[in-house]
């Protein structure tokens, strides 16, 4: 599977974006999918993840109540919506994908990934 991300850009302290991961393919609903980020000299973290049908999500601590993962598997897309974000998200987005049912924060388990989105915010 393909993945591409989108929506990143420059918001202001306590700002929402709403990124998107499309994926190719027709077996879609067969991959978790999930977020990461990576900021500059900081190791690639993980996000939030979904799995298949988008009925199981899992967060980052940090993120639980601010940030929210849904998918829609007709349209191929996973989503991060983003809320009441700070300079510290500041990062490259990544979105990735595997198959089976766990979503581990763990970036090595991940087979597909997409080119990164720059989300940026500022104080």
């Known amino acids: 599977v393909q993945l591409q991300a989108s929506g990143g850009g420059v918001v202001q302290a306590g700002g929402s974006l709403r990124l998107s991961c499309a994926a190719s393919?027709?077996?879609?609903?067969?991959?978790?999918v999930s977020w990461f980020r990576q900021a500059p000299g900081k190791e690639r973290a993980f996000v939030a993840g979904?799995?298949?049908?988008?009925?199981?999500?899992a967060y980052a601590d940090a993120h639980k109540g601010r940030f929210t993962i849904s998918r829609d598997n007709a349209k191929n897309t996973v989503y991060l919506q983003m809320n009441s974000l700070e300079p510290a998200d500041t990062a490259v987005y990544y979105c990735a994908a595997k198959g089976g049912f766990s979503y581990p924060a763990v970036v090595d388990e991940y087979d597909f990934w997409g080119q990164g989105t720059q989300v940026t915010v500022s104080s």
């Open positions: 979904i799995s298949r049908s988008g009925s199981g999500t």
């Open positions: 393919g027709r077996t879609f609903d067969s991959y978790v």
